[in-house]
């Protein structure tokens, strides 16, 4: 390859990246998230689970964000933990165990475990993307 060849690559190469690095970076991130979810998401009927999607990727130049989240009612409640309190009946039950009044759960904090569970993949995901992106 001549130096004038060259430059031009890497002008192509440098033009790219400004374009959609971040945002590819993102993506790959985002999907081994989701993988780490669905090994830490604690399952009972698999609801959970399966509410769980990459909603957005966004962002250009240097910078980029994936937006991944569970989109179930009780999802918050399973990550954080609380305490549910009875509305409109005189106990809580799940049909074939009683409650009380109000229930206190400890939060499971899968959400905190995924990142953990990830923390080797993501940067190796992204790293495979920054590989194909400065192949000459």
Known sequence: MNLSGGAARYREIAARCEDSLALDCARAGAKEYLA????????????LRASEHIDAVFGSGTHATAVVAPHIIYAAFRNNGG????????VLS???RFFGTHVTQAGAHYMEKAEGESEGTMPAAMKIIVSEYFTL
Do not use: E, F, M
């Open 36 to 47: 780490a979810l669905d090994v830490t998401t604690p399952v009972l009927t698999g609801a």
């Open 83 to 90: 305490t549910i309190h009875v509305r409109n009946k005189k």
């Open 94 to 96: 799940n049909g074939s």
